[in-house]
């Protein structure tokens, strides 16, 4: 897999580009230059053009590429999850940490890209900035969608169901009003209170008479409703 349009992004503005070698740190055993291309091929006083810059970075991020495609069998990752940890590889130099060796999970990995924010173990206010962008992308359309609620397909209304029954008719029906109206009613198969006014909500909605009793008008809504 290649790095995405949006994760080159997240890297350049992160790492910024400076045509001069430089030392972020005095104690740092080498140069630094382009976008944050660093190596005992970068000596003091060394001056790029954009074009050298561009050049380091595609070269360094084949070599990051790798590091993260070694554990894409395991992952599988998408766009955004392998281009977030690109950016990740770039900065600390490998994943493998990050995701202890292939053993965490996706979400466990996510939920560890922002403990990665200290330098000297003292936090950076960078590199918090930074954690927060890739975890941002990593998450970034991975949301699984919510399991929609089993519906059933009314089998009521002959006999009316009405307070007092009891079954599976009235658990049928409880299934189905919680449903079509968001309820969040027991399914029990008992018809107290609290269905009957649930009947009388769904009547009212549906401009049927409100009685509290579901008989063949309220079936018969309610079966077009949910087909």
């Known amino acids: 897999m290649k790095i995405s349009s949006e994760g080159l992004a997240l890297i350049k503005s992160f790492e910024g580009c400076k045509l001069t070698a430089y030392k972020a740190v005095s104690t ?62 770039y900065n ?20 560890k890209f922002t403990a990665y924010n200290k330098s000297g173990g003292k936090v950076l206010a960078g590199l918090t900035k930074r954690r927060k962008a890739e975890k941002a992308l990593f998450d970034k359309g991975t949301v699984v969608a919510p399991v929609q609620p089993k519906v059933n397909k009314p089998m009521v209304a002959s006999p009316t169901i009405k307070k007092g029954v009891r079954g599976i008719h009235a658990k049928y029906l409880q299934q189905d009003l919680n449903y079509v109206l968001g309820l969040n009613l ?4 008992v018809v107290g209170n609290k269905t009957v006014e649930a009947i ?19 079936y018969n809504k309610m079966k077009a409703l949910l087909g």
């Open 200 to 218: 009388k909500q769904f009547q009212k909605k549906y401009g049927l008479t409100v009685d509290g009793l579901y008989g063949p008008a309220s």
């Open 28 to 89: 740092e055993k080498y140069y630094t230059i382009g976008y944050g291309h660093y190596g005992a091929d970068v000596t003091k006083g060394m001056k790029i053009t954009q074009a050298q810059a561009d050049a380091y970075l595609v070269s360094d991020l084949a070599k990051f590429e790798a590091k993260v495609e070694k554990y894409n069998s395991k992952y599988n990752f998408n766009e955004n999850q392998f281009s977030a940890l690109v950016s990740f590889a």
């Open 92 to 111: 600390v130099g490998s994943i493998d940490q990050l995701t202890a060796n292939g053993t965490r999970t996706i979400a466990q990995i996510s939920a």
């Open 186 to 189: 027991a399914t029990d198969g």
